[in-house]
C-alpha cells in the first residue's frame, strides 16, 4: 500500500464532493476544470513531460466513479490575479461540479492577492462547485500554502499539498527531487502520475467517508469585495505613440492586464485616475516571453465613479504596449 502521508491537510466539508461521487455513479456526466498555472496546463515542453495529471486523473475518475469530461484551465505564468481574471469566462461558463485551484507556487501573497484569492473562492462556491485547493512545489519547497490554508479551512474545503508529500518522501529517501521534477517546479511523467495519484487517493477516503451535513457558503473572512467582479477581458490594444485609452468604471478595486516582452520595443504606460497621476507600469521585461500580466492601480474604501486614463509615458511614445483588459468591483 503505498504511502500518502501528509497529503491532506484538511478533508474539509464533503458534502458537495460526496454529492458529485453519487451523482457519477448514477451515470450522470460530471465537468471537472482545473484552474491553475504550469503545472496545471497542457503540457508545453516535451523534455519536461508529455503527460499531464488534468488528464490522469480523468481517466481514473471515469474509471472509477463514471462519466466526467474535463477542462484543462491551466495558463502557464498565471496566477491567483489572472485566475480571479478568468473565473467567469473559463471557469464557470462550464458549469463545473468540481474546480482544482493551482496557484501555489505562483504567487506572492500579498494582502491585495489574497482579497482576490478570497473572492476567487467565493465566486466558484457561490455557483455550487465543490473546490478543491492544491498546493503544488518548487525545488526549495516554497509556495504561498501557508497563507492560502487559513482561507481554505475557512470555506471548510479539502487541501491537497503536493509539496508535503513530496517533501516527506524525498526526506525518507523514498524519492529524489529528479524523480519528479527536471527542473525547479514543472513535473516529469512520473512526477504528474504521482499528482494524480494524491489526487486519486483524497477521493477514494472520500467516497468511503460519512456524508458531512450540508455546506452553506461562511460569511468573509477578510472581505468580500472581489466576489462579484466585473472581467472586460481579451482587448487586445495596442497603445503607441499619442493613442489614449479611457475607462470609466463604478468601482472600489480596479486592476489592469496587459503583456510583458523582452523586445525593446515595448515601452511604459502612464495611468492617470480622475485625471491625476497614479503610476506607470512596463511592458518590457527582460524576462517576458509575452505572457500575461497584471497591476493592481485602484483601492477605495467605498465604490464609486472612476475614469481611468492610459497613454505612452512622454519618453516612450515611440514604443508601444499590449493591454489586455480590467478587472474591476
Request: proline share 4%; glycine share 6%.
Amino acid at each position: 500500500m503505498k504511502n500518502f502521508s501528509d497529503l491532506i491537510i484538511s478533508y474539509g466539508n464533503n458534502y458537495r464532493l460526496k454529492n458529485v461521487l453519487k451523482k457519477a455513479k448514477t451515470n450522470q456526466s460530471i465537468k471537472i476544470v482545473f484552474l491553475g498555472a504550469s503545472v496545471t496546463a497542457e503540457p508545453f515542453e516535451e523534455h519536461l513531460s508529455t503527460l499531464s495529471f488534468t488528464s490522469l486523473f480523468n481517466d481514473y475518475f471515469n474509471r472509477r466513479f463514471g462519466k466526467s469530461t474535463f477542462v484543462n484551465a491551466g495558463i502557464c505564468g498565471s496566477n491567483t490575479v489572472t485566475g480571479l481574471y478568468r473565473t467567469k469566462e473559463e471557469v464557470l461558463i462550464h458549469d463545473p461540479d468540481i474546480v482544482f485551484i493551482d496557484f501555489g507556487i505562483s504567487d506572492f501573497a500579498t494582502p491585495q492577492l489574497m482579497e482576490c484569492y478570497e473572492g476567487m473562492l467565493r465566486m466558484i462556491l457561490d455557483h455550487g462547485c465543490a473546490v478543491i485547493p492544491l498546493y503544488m512545489t518548487l525545488k526549495s519547497f516554497t509556495n504561498s500554502q501557508a497563507q492560502k490554508i487559513p482561507y481554505d479551512i475557512h470555506y471548510s474545503l479539502p487541501v491537497l499539498s503536493i509539496r508535503d508529500i513530496l517533501r516527506h518522501k524525498i526526506n525518507n529517501g523514498e524519492w529524489t527531487w529528479e524523480d519528479y521534477s527536471s527542473d525547479y517546479a514543472h513535473p516529469t511523467n512520473k512526477g504528474h502520475e504521482f499528482i494524480s495519484e494524491c489526487i486519486a487517493h483524497f477521493f477514494e477516503q472520500t467516497d468511503s467517508a460519512k456524508h458531512d451535513p450540508e455546506y452553506h457558503l461562511p460569511p468573509p473572512m477578510t472581505t468580500s469585495v472581489y466576489e462579484n467582479v466585473i472581467s472586460e477581458s481579451n482587448l487586445k490594444i495596442q497603445l503607441s505613440g499619442n493613442n489614449v485609452i479611457e475607462k470609466s468604471f463604478f468601482c472600489q478595486r480596479t486592476i489592469i492586464f496587459f503583456y510583458i516582452h523582452s523586445d525593446n520595443r515595448y515601452g511604459c504606460i502612464d495611468i492617470f485616475v480622475d485625471g491625476k497621476y497614479q503610476k506607470t507600469i512596463d511592458g518590457y521585461n527582460t524576462t517576458g516571453w509575452g505572457n500575461r500580466e497584471s497591476d493592481f492601480i485602484f483601492s477605495s474604501n467605498k465604490p464609486g465613479n472612476h475614469t481611468f486614463t492610459l497613454k505612452m509615458s512622454q519618453g516612450d511614445k515611440n514604443k508601444i504596449f499590449d493591454l489586455d483588459g480590467f478587472c474591476y468591483c
